[in-house]
């Protein structure tokens, strides 16, 4: 079955240290990897994707995330926090297998705090 | 770029309404665009993909002739809640897919039936 994990509901830290929220898949075929993140009571941002190529990917805002194929990971880092990074984010994958129908995790709620 | 917008971003209605839900690609056109529902707390639940021109494809549980959609163009697709209940409060987010692979999605709706 096709699957997309984010092992943590919360994620705390300090502003100004650097952040992680991690992502793991299990899709059939060559997967495309969102994160996209969520502000109270909005729609979805796109910050970045892997389709192909190198495996660190940089996207808005500052954040970035590297594709493991071994481990089938996609985590979303930042060097250095900002609180207005504070929000829910979500990591998304899909395959040709699953038609394009992306496959969604739980998300993991950022908090920063000052 | 790459911009959708919702309307109307929230609507109150009493129970036995229909309620029409907008979405548009300002920016792009968008020949396949996507229905979500997201209860507090938890990621997407995708309700179904609507593709121009043709008949919507709705997931396993959704009621077809109680979520209407329509994709009349490449940068309209509407929903429609008919005979709304209580049951169907709920945040409902659409997306457009835009370069063949990307989902961007609008600000949400947030549907109270009294």
């Known amino acids: 079955a096709q699957s997309v994990a984010q092992p943590e509901d919360q994620v705390n830290v300090a502003e100004g240290n650097p952040l992680t929220v991690k992502c793991t898949y299990s899709?059939?075929?060559?997967?495309?990897l969102f994160w996209y993140v969520q502000y109270p009571n909005r729609g979805l941002q796109f910050l970045l994707k892997?389709?192909?190529?190198d495996n660190l990917v940089k996207g808005s805002y500052g954040f970035e995330a590297e594709f493991n194929k071994s481990q089938t990971s996609f985590h979303l880092k930042k060097p250095s926090a900002l609180v207005s990074d504070s929000a829910l984010y979500f990591c998304?994958?899909?395959?040709?297998?699953?038609?394009?129908?992306?496959?969604w995790g739980a998300g993991t709620k950022l908090i920063i705090k000052p | 770029g790459a911009v959708v917008s919702q309307h109307p971003s929230w609507v109150i209605c009493k129970s036995g309404t229909s309620v029409k839900i907008e979405c548009r690609s300002l920016?792009?056109?968008?020949?396949?665009m996507f229905w979500y529902r997201q209860f507090p707390k938890q990621s997407l639940m995708l309700m179904a993909t609507?593709?121009?021109?043709?008949?919507?494809?709705?997931e396993q549980g959704v009621e077809k002739d109680k979520f209407l959609i329509n994709h009349a163009s490449l940068t309209l697709s509407t929903l429609t809640v008919t005979s709304a209940h209580p049951e169907d409060s709920s945040f409902y987010i659409c997306s457009a897919l835009a370069g063949g692979d990307t989902q961007y999605f609008g600000p949400g709706t947030r549907l109270t039936v009294l």
């Open positions: 998304a994958v899909f395959s040709r297998d699953s038609n394009y129908q992306l496959i």
């Open positions: 899709v059939s075929g060559n997967p495309y």
């Open positions: 892997y389709i192909t190529g």
């Open positions: 609507s593709n121009e021109g043709s008949k919507a494809t709705y």
């Open positions: 920016d792009f056109q968008a020949t396949t």
